[in-house]
């Protein structure tokens, strides 16, 4: 999709705008293995690799996306090792992280929102939260 990020969907004020083409469904591949990273490949590369696997988005992605993130880990494992970058790789690569949707405005733009569940959440959050919601149920009379 062209143009700037989306908003996150909690963040548009309008939600009854038709935002573009309707979905299509097809059913997913069997859920992939996860190839192994190359020891081979540069620790940047590697990290990035690694990430993937604990990245909330991957949980979309069939067998031909992590056989791309090999691809890209060793595309950017060459670039980081030569001893001059290649522009055009440098170009490629974040180019094929976006496909794969590996930043937040890569997801918005695919309409992937991932929500963050933590369990050792800030204590002194959640009171703020709590209490903002004891003031608004008391100012709404509920």
Sequence with gaps: MPGPVPKRSDQRRRRNKNDGPQLVKAPGGAAPEIPPGDEGWHP???R???SLAESGQSQFY???DWAMAVYLAE???RNLNSGKFSAQLL???PSGMTDLPTSE???RRARV???RHDVGEDPR???RVTLMETYRKAASGG
Excluded: H, K, N, P
Aim: hydrophobic share 55%.
């Design 62 to 64: 069939e067998a031909s």
């Design 125 to 127: 959050e959640v009171a």
């Design 44 to 46: 940047i590369a590697a």
């Design 75 to 77: 595309a950017m494992s």
């Design 48 to 50: 990035w690799y690694a």
């Design 113 to 115: 929102e991932l929500e």
């Design 91 to 93: 170009q490629t690569v």
């Design 105 to 107: 405005g890569a997801r």
